[in-house]
């Protein structure tokens, strides 16, 4: 068998695609619920990641990368991890400052990436169907432009994962609140496996990159639909007053009839 081929086959990033088109939905739903700005940032993170999925999954079932399609596609690729930096910074600091602040850092990175993508000559050699390109066909890792990802991957996977073992140990101790601990130790799992299939592939290692985003994706996912379980939780601690409360008002009564 062609194990290069089949870890660059267009199923993978077609099911990645299918999962981020869901958790876009999802995010979007949610934030037409809460208004909240955390879920914005994830909501765009996502729908990007998504469509940067099914451009990998187009290129190559069509067996052929195009290169105006390959210098979109590896900035939002590359995008992901930052937006969901991003809404850990919007969800965990009370000062939305902070997370105005880096938004429009990632604006700035992305502006300087699409135009080196662009004006940068490709690696023919390296952009073509059959293979998981990864960003090679931009050159050595750490040329201009191919550089530009460190930096909305390096601080996004430093607030994701920062953000997600500060919820693990937060929630650890509360029982009422343990699925929680573990939608973060899914979530800390997803981020993990995407940023490593991107270091790699920034070594040149790009063999499977397809499969580990499709599995960083479904963790992610994984974590997001556990912690949606929020409203169970606070259900389960308001009924466990409540039962605290009827056995005190019981005692006082037995109390009262002696």
């Given at each position: ?10 199923a ?7 999962i ?21 940032a ?61 938004f ?21 050699e ?10 090679t ?11 530009c ?24 101790r ?17 981020t ?15 063999v ?25 939780g ?14 005190i008002?019981k ?8």
């Amino acid at each position: 068998m062609d194990w290069i081929a089949f870890w660059s086959h267009w199923a993978w990033p077609l099911v990645t695609g299918i999962i981020g088109a869901i958790f876009t939905i999802l995010l979007v739903k949610q934030y037409l619920d809460r208004r909240k700005l955390h879920q914005v940032a994830w909501s765009i993170g996502f729908l990007i990641y998504t469509i940067a999925a099914f451009m990998e999954a187009y290129s190559e079932y069509a067996d052929s990368w195009d290169p105006n399609i390959y210098r979109i596609y590896i900035v939002l690729a590359a995008s992901l991890v930052g937006f969901l930096g991003l809404g850990v910074v919007y969800l965990i600091f009370r000062k939305k400052i902070y997370g105005h602040i880096f938004f429009m850092f990632i604006l700035i990175v992305m502006a300087i990436f699409f135009y080196g993508t662009f004006t940068t000559e490709l690696v023919e050699e390296n952009l073509v169907a059959g293979i998981t390109v990864g960003g090679t066909a931009l050159g050595e890792s750490q040329t201009f432009p191919r550089i530009c990802s460190l930096f909305l991957n390096i601080p996004g996977t430093i607030f994701l994962l920062g953000g997600a073992i500060y919820s693990i140990v937060l929630f650890a101790r509360k029982k009422q609140y343990s699925y929680r601990m573990w939608a973060n130790v899914l979530i800390a799992l997803g981020t993990l496996i995407i940023a490593a299939a991107g270091s790699m592939a920034r070594s040149g290692q790009s063999v499977g990159l397809y499969p580990a985003e499709m599995l960083g994706a479904a963790f992610l996912l994984g974590g997001f639909l556990k912690a949606g379980t929020l409203k169970n939780g606070a259900e389960t601690v308001k009924k466990e007053k409540m039962d605290e409360d009827v056995k005190i008002l019981k005692n006082k009564n037995n109390n009262d009839n002696k």
